[in-house]
Each structure stands twice: as C-alpha cells, then as structure tokens.
C-alpha cells in the first residue's frame, strides 16, 4: 500500500508563512507528478501548485509569487512554501502524486492539513 502523510498545517498570522510537506510511503517504483489541491468551506477542491518528476512547476495565479512547490526524489517528499499568506487561503490542504507501483500508474491523496490565516 502507499501512503501520502502531511504535515506542516496550523494558524498563522496574515502576512505570515508556512512550509507545507507530504511523504509518499509504501511499496513503489517511481513518483511523477506531485501536487497540492486546496478546498475553502463551501468551495470546490482547486489546484494550488504541481511540479513534474522533472521538477517543471505550475501554480494558480491566485498563489504565483508567493508560494513555492520542491520535492525530494530521495525522500518522496514534497513541499509546499507559502509566504505573505492571506486569509482568503485558508483551507484544506491535499497533497496528491501519481505513483507508479508494480500493478499499475495510480493517483494518491493525503488526508489533508488545515491552514487558517487569521489575525
């Protein structure tokens, strides 16, 4: 079984920043890409950022110049930076990755971590 954990989630002042990270765990052979989704209260589930295994990177305009997306390929890790956090980002964060196990590619989630920007 694989396994995306994440953590790095709290409340935090606007203005403020934190670093988001995500762990795939398991028995796999390759992770490609690697996300993370945001869901606010009453919104649908939307794309903040993704980086390919190739470490190409896209992001909503809504976080361009703020948030920062990197993996570890050694740790299958992903981050996510977020710096001058507003708090119409508060939500739930998902982290997501299309993992290549020996069945076949798949698409895994996180559990999610909460984020608040409040004052």
């Known amino acids: 079984q694989v396994h995306l954990v994440e953590s790095g989630g709290g409340l935090v002042q606007p203005g403020g920043s934190l670093r988001l990270s995500c762990a795939a765990s398991?028995?796999?052979?390759?992770?490609?890409?690697m996300g993370w989704y945001r869901q606010a209260p009453g919104k649908q589930r939307e794309l903040v950022a993704a980086i390919t295994s190739g470490a190409s990177t896209n992001y909503a305009d809504s976080v361009k110049g703020r948030f920062t997306i990197s993996r570890d390929n050694a740790k299958n890790t992903v981050y996510l930076q977020m710096n001058s956090l507003k708090p119409e980002d508060t939500a739930v964060y998902y982290c997501?990755?299309?993992?290549?196990?020996?069945?076949?590619?798949?698409?895994?989630w996180g559990q999610g971590t909460r984020v608040t920007v409040s004052s």
């Open positions: 398991g028995r796999f052979f390759s992770i490609n890409a």
């Open positions: 997501n990755a299309d993992i290549e196990t020996v069945v076949a590619e798949y698409e895994y």
